[in-house]
C-alpha cells in the first residue's frame, strides 16, 4: 500500500494537495486497520453526550396539547391548564431530563398560551413566530462568540411543531392557514388532527383530503418525512401519504382483554390511543420519536437555522461575494463595514459641527439683536429723562421768581406799614382801604 501511495511523481502529489479529492485513489488495506470503528465512536460520544429534542406545539387551548405531549412521553409533565381569558399569546417553555436505557434525551416542550382565544387573532402568530426567531438568534450569537462552547451550550432551537387542527370536519380555520404559513420557513411543521375520537370515519378521510388541498393551494410547506434513507425510505414514504396524523391522547390506563392500554371510555365504547384502527397516534410517535427525530433536528440546523443565518449576516452586510461575483472574505466584508461606518460616522460629525456653528452665528445675531433694542431703549429713556429734567428746572425757575416777586411785595407791604403806624392812628381806616386796595 505504502509503496503505491508514494509511486506517484512530486507534481502528483502537490496536485492531491491543491484539490482534495480530484487525485484520490482507491488503495487496498493488507490488513485490519481499524476506522470502521469510526459510527461506533460517534455513538458512544453522542450518548455519553446526550441529546436535545424541542417540539412546540401549536393549536388553541384545550384542543388536548398537553395531553398529547403526556401521552406521547408516557409521563406526568407538570403544568395548569390554561384558561381561555389571556389578553394575548404567550410561549410557556418546559424542559425536562428523560432517561431511556442508558440514552439520556433533554426534551423541552414549548405550547401557547391563548392562542386562538382573542377576538382579533390577527396578531396570533406574532410571539410565535419571535419565539422562533429567538431561538436562532441565541444560538447564531452563540456561534458568532470568539470563546463558544457549542458542545456544552443547550440548544433550544425548536425541531418539531406540532400544528393542533380541532376536529370540525369542515376546513382550515384561516388562523391556522396564516399561522403554518408564517412558520414553514423557520421550523418542521406537522399538522395533526387533535381529539380525533370526535369525528367519524367516513368524514375523517374527507377532512384529512381538505386540509392537505387547502395546504397545497395556499403553498404551506409541511415537513415530510425523509425518502432519500433507504432504511426508512418506505416507511416514511407511506407515512407521508397518512399526513396529517388523526391523533387522540389519554393518559389513563384501562384493562383491555388482559392488557392495559392506554385508552379513553366513554359510555358507548372505548377508544383506544394505540390501536392504529383506531387513531394514527403510534404513526405519529413512530415518524416523530423512533424514525426521524434526529433528521427533524439535522433539518432545523441544516434548512432552517441556515436560512435564519443567512438572513441575518445578510441584514448586517455580510456578503460571500463582491457586485461582481467575485469571492468576499469574512475580513474584507468587516474591513468594508467598518470603512463604510467610520465615512458615516465622520459625516454626521461634520453635520452636528455645521449645525452646532450654524446655531452659535444664529444665537449671536439674536444677542446683537437684543442689545441693540437695548441701547435704543436707553437713548429713549435718556432723552425723556432729560427733557423731564429740562420742564422741572423751568418750573423750578418760574417758581423762584415768583418767590422773589413775592418777597420784594411783602417787604414793601412791611414798608408801607411801617411808615403808616408813624403816621398816626387816625388815619388807620383809610390805610386799611389803602391796604386792601393794594393787594
Ligand atoms: P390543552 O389546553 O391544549 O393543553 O388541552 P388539554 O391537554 O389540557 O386537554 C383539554 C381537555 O381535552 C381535557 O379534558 C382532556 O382530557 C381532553 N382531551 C385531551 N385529548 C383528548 C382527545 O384526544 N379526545 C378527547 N375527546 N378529549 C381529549
Redesign the pocket.
Known amino acids: 500500500m505504502e509503496a503505491e501511495a508514494n509511486s506517484g511523481s512530486l507534481e502528483d502529489s502537490w496536485a492531491f494537495i491543491q484539490r482534495p479529492g480530484e487525485g484520490c485513489r482507491t488503495v487496498p488495506l493488507a490488513g485490519h486497520v481499524g476506522f470502521d470503528s469510526l459510527p461506533d465512536q460517534l455513538v458512544n460520544k453522542s450518548v455519553s453526550q446526550g441529546f436535545c429534542f424541542n417540539i412546540l406545539c401549536v ?1 388553541e ?8 405531549m403526556d401521552t406521547l412521553f408516557n409521563t406526568k409533565f407538570e403544568g395548569e ?2 384558561t381561555h381569558t389571556q389578553p394575548g399569546v404567550q410561549l410557556r417553555s418546559n424542559t425536562y431530563d428523560l432517561q431511556e436505557s442508558n440514552v439520556g434525551l433533554k426534551l423541552t416542550i414549548v ?1 401557547t398560551v391563548g392562542f386562538g382565544d382573542q377576538i382579533n387573532k390577527e396578531d396570533s402568530y406574532k410571539p410565535i413566530v419571535e419565539f422562533i426567531d429567538a431561538q436562532f438568534e441565541a444560538y447564531l450569537q452563540e456561534e458568532l462568540k470568539i470563546r463558544r462552547v457549542l458542545h456544552a451550550y443547550h440548544d433550544s432551537r425548536i425541531h418539531a411543531c406540532l400544528y ?1 387542527i380541532a376536529p370540525t370536519g369542515h376546513s382550515l380555520k384561516s388562523l391556522d392557514l396564516v399561522t403554518m404559513k408564517k412558520l414553514d420557513s423557520k421550523v418542521n411543521i406537522i399538522p395533526i388532527i ?5 369525528i367519524s370515519k367516513s368524514e375523517l378521510t374527507k377532512f384529512k383530503i381538505k386540509i392537505t388541498s387547502e395546504l397545497v393551494s395556499n403553498g404551506v410547506q409541511i415537513y415530510q418525512f425523509p425518502t432519500d434513507d433507504e432504511s426508512v425510505a418506505e416507511i416514511n414514504g407511506t407515512m407521508n401519504a397518512h399526513l396529517p396524523f388523526a ?4 393518559t389513563e390506563e384501562l384493562k383491555i382483554g388482559n392488557k392495559m392500554m392506554k385508552a ?1 371510555q366513554y359510555p358507548w365504547g372505548t377508544v383506544q390511543v394505540e390501536n392504529e384502527a383506531h387513531c394514527d397516534f403510534v404513526k405519529l410517535r413512530e415518524m416523530l420519536i423512533r424514525v426521524n427525530m434526529e433528521d427533524l433536528r439535522e433539518q432545523t440546523h441544516s434548512r432552517h437555522y441556515e436560512l435564519y443565518r443567512r438572513c441575518k449576516l445578510e441584514e448586517m452586510g455580510f456578503q460571500d461575494t463582491d457586485p461582481d461575483s467575485k469571492p468576499f472574505s469574512l475580513q474584507e466584508t468587516y474591513e468594508a463595514k467598518r470603512n463604510e461606518f467610520l465615512g458615516e460616522l465622520q459625516k454626521k460629525e461634520e453635520e452636528m459641527r455645521q449645525m452646532f456653528v450654524q446655531r452659535v452665528k444664529e444665537k449671536e445675531a439674536e444677542l446683537k439683536e437684543a442689545e441693540k433694542e437695548l441701547h435704543e431703549k436707553f437713548d429713549r429713556l435718556k432723552k425723556l429723562h432729560q427733557d423731564e429734567k429740562k420742564k422741572l428746572e423751568d418750573k423750578k425757575k418760574s417758581l423762584d421768581d415768583e418767590v422773589n416777586a413775592f418777597k420784594q411785595r411783602k417787604t414793601a407791604a412791611e414798608l408801607l406799614q411801617s411808615q403808616s403806624s408813624q403816621a398816626g392812628g387816625s388815619q388807620t381806616l383809610k390805610r386799611d382801604k389803602e391796604k386792601k386796595n393794594f393787594f
Open positions: 393549536g387551548t384545550g384542543l388536548g396539547k398537553s395531553t398529547l391548564p390554561a405550547s393542533f387533535a381529539k380525533s375520537d370526535a391523533v387522540i391522547g389519554s379513553r
